[in-house]
Nanobody
Framework: QVQLVESGGGLVQAGGSLRLSCVASGMTFSASGMGWYRQAPGKQREWVARISSSGITNYVDSVRARFTISRDNAKNTLYLQMNSLKPEDTAVYYC???????WGQGTQVTVSS
């Protein structure tokens, strides 16, 4: 069955770093545009970053220069490297496949001040 499984979330202090991973199975990962979204309590789900099948990346302005999205097609894995984390980055982060509109279960990121 098609699955996206995120990992790497946790509790970090402001200014710290975290690396999220998303392992895909049951799909043609290399052909899929992939993205990261996040949702904080009381807020709608927000797009954070995307990477196309050819490696082209885009970011929401609030994370540009701090976050880096990447992919390893040989490992069917999507990554989000998050540096200089701020309390406002606190949210559940979700991996998304644009091919088939597939979502992962989410991983909690909490940034303390």
């Amino acid at each position: 069955q098609v699955q996206l499984v995120e990992s790497g979330g946790g509790l970090v202090q402001a200014g710290g770093s975290l690396r999220l991973s998303c392992v895909a199975s049951g799909m043609t990962f290399s052909a899929s545009g992939m993205g990261w979204y996040r949702q904080a309590p009381g807020k709608q789900r927000e797009w954070v970053a995307r990477i196309s099948s050819s490696g082209i990346t885009n970011y929401v302005d609030s994370v540009r220069a701090r976050f880096t999205i990447s992919r390893d097609n040989a490992k069917n894995t999507l990554y989000l490297q998050m540096n200089s984390l701020k309390p406002e980055d606190t949210a559940v982060y979700y991996c998304h496949s644009y091919l088939g509109s597939l979502w992962g279960q989410g991983t909690q990121v909490t940034v303390s001040s």
